[in-house]
């Protein structure tokens, strides 16, 4: 043990600089080290809710492997489809933020309602609304109940907005019926839950 003791306080600023040295080039490792990336596709400009995409709206980035969210879509899945809302500049494209009015899920179909702007500001793709159609004396009649936003699209020169809802073909039909007499109005509403 005496011998041990010797030889380190002998050795100190040796093994002092050894150790420095191995610091340092730990912490130089650890920080200039790359991080794991994956191919993304995003949004190459600004784009607005119920935009159609186009090939020249998507670039590819490189994103560290924990910044990828879950869905990536694929080029070939996005081009042509609709987005859910809007998208700013470098935002990753995700199974979520594009619709296919084709795929809405088995029996549903997209119908599309013209509400007033400062309803659509209040909505998000993936709320549920009953909608509404209000007569020139103000009474309301129901004529779809909890039916799934899918997109919303903002007209400001207009001051309205069309909103995309998924429903069964019963429901997109007297959608259509009661667009055509009635002004519409969209009440967001909780989903309701099967027990």
Same mark, same amino acid.
């Given at each position: 043990?005496?011998?041990? $003791?010797?030889?380190?306080?002998?050795?100190?600023?040796?093994?002092?600089?050894?150790?420095?040295?191995?610091?340092?080039?730990?912490?130089?490792?650890?920080?200039?080290?790359? !991080?794991?990336?994956? =191919?993304?596709? +995003?949004?190459?400009?600004? %784009?607005?809710?119920?935009?159609?995409?186009?090939?020249?709206? %998507?670039?590819?980035?490189? %994103? !560290? #492997?924990?910044?990828?969210?879950?869905? %990536?879509?694929?080029?070939?899945?996005?081009?042509?489809?609709?987005?859910? /809302? !809007?998208?700013?500049?470098?935002? $990753?494209?995700?199974?979520?933020?594009?619709?296919?009015?084709?795929? &809405?899920?088995? /029996?549903?179909?997209?119908?599309?309602?013209?509400?007033?702007?400062?309803?659509?500001?209040?909505?998000?793709?993936?709320?549920?609304? #009953?909608?509404?159609? +209000?007569? =020139?004396?103000?009474?309301?009649? !129901?004529?779809?109940?909890? $039916?799934?936003?899918?997109?919303?699209?903002?007209?400001? =020169?207009?001051?309205?907005?069309? &909103?995309?809802?998924?429903?069964?073909? =019963? $429901?997109?039909?007297? *959608?259509?019926?009661?667009? +055509?007499?009635?002004?519409?109005?969209? *009440?967001? *509403?909780?989903?309701?839950?099967?027990?």
């Amino acid at each position: 043990m005496e011998s041990a $003791v010797r030889f380190v306080l002998t050795h100190r600023r040796v093994l002092a600089a050894t150790l420095t040295g191995l610091a340092v080039w730990a912490a130089v490792t650890a920080v200039t080290r790359s !991080p794991d990336t994956r =191919e993304v596709l +995003v949004a190459a400009r600004d %784009l607005g809710s119920g935009a159609t995409v186009l090939r020249s709206d %998507l670039e590819t980035r490189r %994103l !560290p #492997d924990s910044a990828v969210p879950a869905g %990536l879509a694929a080029s070939p899945e996005i081009v042509g489809r609709a987005l859910a /809302g !809007p998208m700013r500049a470098g935002e $990753v494209f995700t199974d979520r933020r594009v619709v296919d009015p084709r795929d &809405l899920g088995r /029996g549903r179909v997209l119908s599309t309602v013209e509400v007033s702007s400062a309803t659509a500001e209040l909505l998000r793709p993936g709320d549920a609304v #009953d909608l509404l159609a +209000v007569a =020139e004396e103000g009474a309301a009649e !129901p004529v779809a109940e909890a $039916v799934e936003v899918v997109t919303v699209r903002s007209d400001p =020169e207009r001051e309205t907005a069309v &909103l995309g809802v998924a429903a069964d073909p =019963e $429901v997109a039909t007297l *959608v259509a019926r009661a667009s +055509v007499t009635a002004r519409l109005a969209a *009440v967001v *509403v909780t989903r309701h839950r099967a027990p």
